[in-house]
């Protein structure tokens, strides 16, 4: 089994910037991917980023594309997401995943607990 766990989320204002973390443990995963993916009140789990996690290729929707970076701390088996210029419409809960390296939630076998990230306006 794999063990996701997620930190760094928190309220901010408008603007502003948080680095969310996810620590991954339990069994070794070849050619995977990690990813961030979202989901606000009343709306469906959405793709954020993801990560290579052997080559360092990086996705993002294109929402996140010049303010969000994922990152990847090999050593740490951590994964990262830096978000700035924060917006409202961030405000979601944010949860990590583990899989295979695409956009889609059906490729992450192993998910996080989620953190809650609120943007104020």
């Known amino acids: 089994q794999v063990q996701l766990v997620e930190s760094g989320g928190g309220l901010v204002q408008a603007g502003g910037s948080l680095r969310l973390s996810c620590a991954r443990s339990g069994r070794t995963l070849s050619n995977y991917g990690m990813a961030w993916f979202r989901q606000a009140p009343g709306k469906e789990r959405e793709f954020v980023a993801a990560i290579s996690w052997s080559t360092g290729s990086t996705y993002y929707t294109d929402s996140v594309k010049g303010r969000f970076t994922i990152s990847r701390d090999n050593a740490k088996n951590t994964v990262y997401l830096q978000m700035n210029s924060l917006k409202p419409e961030d405000t979601a809960v944010y949860y990590c995943?583990?899989?295979?390296?695409?956009?889609?939630?059906?490729?992450?076998?192993?998910w996080g607990q989620g953190t809650q990230v609120t943007v104020s306006s």
């Open positions: 995943a583990a899989g295979l390296y695409g956009s889609s939630w059906s490729q992450y076998d192993y």
